[in-house]
């Protein structure tokens, strides 16, 4: 496989080089400790089958996914269990294979492993897996997997689309995550070089994304950060935006893209320019910024090629910022009437923060005990449990809902990028705008279409046709591990007779996760 870029804070086109296979029969994912030095500075941290960024997992729409994730890690710093969420996966009918601890599992103890069976059934795209107990995942458990869909209808746009045009942006820190401050800046981004604080250099030659002139390329952004955001762009091009998430866009011009926390914005590249080499930029948010001295910056280099600058120099990674929009190739529509506040259910998420802790309207997230899953036994009234423990909020089932998100200085470190989990979402207002993006209903109209995501700090609208409880969160991971959640439990999880949620067939290994991990 050829180097995919990735991108730290300072930022780091990093190099996943391992493939761990196509999604389809059963992948085995052994998580480990071991040191890595992606800056050049060394340090223990949480890898997967012995790298960081976790190996790339390729597959097919349709495919029934089968990953046994082998618990052997030794480094309490960074603990000793984990849960692995498959981050833009619906987990339709299989909420408990979502993954985050004391949600929708217990977490998987050191020595033991648990087989992640679901299926992907009408899923396509660029998705992310990683750790989803407290922070652990700052410290390296972290990576990509592609559902390729064969029959993509915007497969002409592009002659590229493989593990070559995958670029993961990420930060990275000297110290454990749960070791540090509770809001660390990151040390260095870079993969190759990092300025101070570090007895050793890592090699000085870029990071290079080869080219061939007059070919169209699908770059597929991923955002593996804990904490920063980044501007993205490549000198002399300009990128478009082709889908949105699981809802194929076409155009939308895009100069200087960027990726908010845990997005994955796939881009459009036309290698017109004249045959040279030219710099990827991913300027981090805060922590080592800029460029000087080639950081947070890559090659785009034509084959052959050009004299040009060479562009020689310590290199690191990247990551982005913004929503870029494009027009839909089809009708997408969005739940609700075309008003504010035109849904079945409208809510206000109001936040604030103590110093310590994130709030939202007044509860901080707590993780229970046992997973939120088992406190909602079939058939039951448990909207006093759940509001009396503050785990989560009832949803109508089958109902269209509308979260506004207010920014707000209540709530420091924003933008906030946050994540629902078991959907895609219509984005009806974007961030700092008063104006709300509704379908009009006619075909004429298609750039009114709101775009689709799954990670977003805005006004959203969503169905609650997926069962089982789903987590809404800050993905800033800091701020998760601050209480910035709360967890939705639709009533349709648990009332229609069609759900295919087996709550009483839960096979005997989930049931033995939480007792093995109790008794470490």
Not at 114 to 129: C, E, I, M, N, P
Not at 156 to 176: F, G, K, M, Q, R
Not at 350 to 372: D, K, R
């Amino acid at each position: 496989m050829k180097p995919l870029g990735t991108l730290n804070s300072l930022a780091a086109l990093a190099v996943v080089a391992v493939v761990v296979g196509a999604i389809g029969g059963c992948r085995h994912l052994v998580i480990s400790n071991a040191p890595i030095a992606p800056d050049g500075f060394t340090r223990e941290a949480v890898v997967v089958n012995g790298v960081s960024p976790a190996p790339l997992i390729t597959g097919k729409k349709g495919n029934h996914t089968q990953l046994n994730v082998i618990d052997k890690l030794t480094k309490h710093t960074m603990l000793n269990s984990t849960s692995i969420h498959w981050h833009g996966f619906f987990q339709a009918g299989t909420n408990w294979a979502d993954g985050p601890a004391f949600v929708n599992q217990c977490p998987i103890a050191t020595g033991h492993s648990f087989l992640y069976d679901f299926h992907v059934r009408s899923q396509a795209g660029t998705f992310w897996y990683h750790s989803h107990l407290q922070t652990q995942y700052c410290d390296g458990l972290s990576g990509p997997p592609l559902q390729y869909d064969p029959h993509l209808p915007q497969a002409h746009l592009y002659h590229v689309d493989n593990e070559s045009t995958v670029i993961t942006l990420s930060d990275w820190y000297h110290v454990a995550a749960r070791l540090g401050p509770p809001f660390p800046r990151p040390i260095c981004q870079g993969r190759h070089f990092c300025p101070g604080n570090h007895t050793e250099k890592g090699p000085k030659t870029a990071p290079v994304i080869p080219a061939q002139h007059g070919k169209r390329y699908r770059f597929r952004l991923v955002s593996l950060s804990c904490d920063p955001n980044h501007n993205f762009s490549i000198d002399g091009h300009n990128m478009k935006n082709i889908t949105g998430i699981h809802k194929h866009i076409v155009g939308g011009k895009a100069d200087n893209p960027g990726n908010i926390g845990a997005a994955r914005p796939p881009r459009h590249l036309n290698a017109n320019q004249t045959v040279n080499n030219y710099w990827i930029r991913a300027n981090p948010s805060f922590g080592t910024t800029g460029f000087a001295g080639g950081i947070n910056s890559a090659i785009l280099r034509y084959n052959p090629p050009g004299p040009g600058h060479g562009l020689k120099g310590p290199l690191l990674n990247l990551t982005g910022r913004h929503l870029f929009p494009g027009p839909p190739a089809h009708h997408c529509g969005h739940p609700g009437l075309p008003t504010p506040g035109g849904v079945d259910k409208p809510l206000n998420l109001a936040f604030n923060f103590n110093g310590s802790n994130f709030f939202i309207n007044n509860a901080s997230f707590t993780p229970p005990t046992v997973p939120v899953l088992l406190l909602l036994p079939p058939g039951s009234v448990y909207t006093q449990i759940l509001s009396g423990a503050h785990t989560a909020q009832e949803l109508p089932g089958h109902s269209s809902i509308e979260i506004t998100m207010p920014a707000t200085s209540l709530a420091p470190g924003a933008p906030h990028p946050f994540h629902l989990h078991g959907h895609a979402f219509a984005v009806v207002r974007s961030a700092g705008s008063t104006e709300y993006n509704y379908t009009t209903g006619t075909p004429a109209a298609g750039d009114d279409d709101p775009i689709f995501r799954d990670v977003v700090n805005v006004t959203i609208r969503f169905r609650t046709d997926n069962p089982g409880p789903w987590f809404l969160h800050c993905h800033i991971d800091f701020h998760l591990d601050a209480g910035f959640a709360v967890v939705f439990a639709p009533r349709v999880a648990y009332e229609d007779v069609a759900n295919p949620v087996p709550y009483d067939a839960l096979d005997q290994a989930w049931s033995d996760l939480c007792p093995i991990v109790g008794d470490q």
